[in-house]
T-cell receptor, first 113, second 116 residues
Framework: EAQVTQNPRYLITVTGKKLTVTCSQNMNHEYMSWYRQDPGLGLRQIYY???????DKGDVPEGYKVSRKEKRNFPLILESPSPNQTSLYFC????????????FGQGTRLTVV | AQTVTQSQPEMSVQEAETVTLSCTYDTSESDYYLFWYKQPPSRQMILVIR??????QNATENRFSVNFQKAAKSFSLKISDSQLGDAAMYFCARGGRQGGSEKLVFGKGTKLTVNP
């Protein structure tokens, strides 16, 4: 089954404790992205990657890191999480082609206390 | 910054009736794609419909259709014969410069309630 898999689905952590949210896709997509969703703000892009070893900042990159060492994986790293990073996070992937849809993971609900 | 605006935070519709969700956007591009995504309570993001700016014909997918007004930069979603399963958050999104989904810019969303 074609899918984007994020782990974990839910995470509660403390301020300053490094964490990684994993994302993997099995569709051989070139593009991968991370978004955060906050009430009243919609989804905002954090980082995106157009291929292996090619990443770029989205609209809200502060406090996040990413890496793309393999085509299928695109982990999101929070090296020192803060409460304002409490949010719902989505990973997405898509083909390098005009008009193609983005396929989203199930989301990760992160709470930083 | 290029933005997408959904002016209706919440909408409601009676089952079997028709509802229209509004979306306007800002862009300096001449060719781009626009999307409507649905997010039910399960949180899954589901593509509802897409529109290429170069195509004058409005996109249609079963009960879902769009009214695309390029000059006005307007992209509204019409849901006909509304069903209880249509209840969800709906997000309008604009595609990236290369015409794909590498960098989607989303509106803030419209919460649709369907009343039986």
């Amino acid at each position: 089954e074609a899918q984007v898999t994020q782990n974990p689905r839910y995470l509660i952590t403390v301020t300053g404790k490094k964490l990684t949210v994993t994302c993997s896709q099995n569709m051989n997509h070139e593009y991968m992205s991370w978004y955060r969703q906050d009430p009243g703000l919609g989804l905002r892009q954090i980082y995106y990657s157009m291929n292996v070893e090619v990443t770029d900042k989205g609209d809200v990159p502060e406090g996040y890191k990413v890496s793309r060492k393999e085509k299928r994986n695109f982990p999101l790293i929070l090296e020192s999480p803060s409460p304002n990073q409490t949010s719902l996070y989505f990973c997405a992937s898509s083909l390098f082609s005009r008009g193609t849809e983005a396929f989203f993971g199930q989301g990760t609900r992160l709470t930083v206390v | 910054a290029q933005t997408v605006t959904q002016s209706q935070p919440e909408m409601s519709v009676q089952e079997a009736e028709t509802v229209t969700l509004s979306c306007t956007y800002d862009t300096s591009e001449s060719d781009y794609y626009l999307f409507w995504y649905k997010q039910p309570p399960s949180r899954q993001m589901i593509l509802v419909i897409r529109q290429e700016a170069y195509k004058q014909q409005n996109a249609t997918e079963n009960r879902f259709s769009v009214n695309f007004q390029k000059a006005a930069k307007s992209f509204s979603l019409k849901i006909s014969d509304s069903q209880l399963g249509d209840a969800a958050m709906y997000f309008c999104a604009r595609g990236g410069r290369q015409g794909g989904s590498e960098k989607l810019v989303f509106g803030k969303g419209t919460k649709l309630t369907v009343n039986p």
